[in-house]
Nanobody, 112 residues
C-alpha cells in the first residue's frame, strides 16, 4: 500500500515563499513520476509541476520561474519550492505518485 503525506502549506503574504513536502511510503516511489496539482473550489484539479524518476521536470506556464519541484529518492520525498507567491496561487495542493496515488492535500493561502 502506498501512502502520500503532504506538509508545508499555510498562510503567506504575496511575494512570500513556502516549501511543500510530500513523503511517500512504499517501494515504488523511486521508479515513478511525481507531481503537484492544485485545486480551488468548483474548478478542475490542475497540474502545477511534475518530475520523472530521472529528474526531468515540467511546469505549468503560470508557475514557471517561481516554483521548483525536486525529489529525494533516498527519503522518498518530493518537494515544491514556491517563491514570489501570488493570491492566484491560493489553492489546495495535492501530491501525486503516478499513476494512481494521491495525498490528502495541503492548503496554501496567499494574502495581499
Amino acid at each position: 500500500q502506498v501512502e502520500l503525506v503532504e506538509s508545508g502549506g499555510g498562510l503567506v503574504q504575496a511575494g512570500g515563499s513556502l516549501r511543500l513536502s510530500c513523503a511517500a511510503s512504499g517501494s515504488i516511489f523511486s521508479i515513478n513520476a511525481m507531481g503537484w496539482y492544485r485545486q480551488v473550489p468548483e474548478k478542475p484539479r490542475e497540474l502545477v509541476a511534475m518530475i520523472t524518476s530521472g529528474g526531468t521536470t515540467n511546469y505549468a506556464d503560470s508557475v514557471k520561474g517561481r516554483f521548483t519541484i525536486s525529489r529525494d529518492n533516498g527519503k522518498n520525498t518530493v518537494y515544491l519550492q514556491m517563491n514570489s507567491l501570488k493570491p492566484g496561487d491560493t489553492a489546495r495542493y495535492y501530491c501525486r505518485l503516478w499513476t494512481s496515488f494521491w495525498g490528502q492535500g495541503t492548503q496554501v493561502t496567499v494574502s495581499l
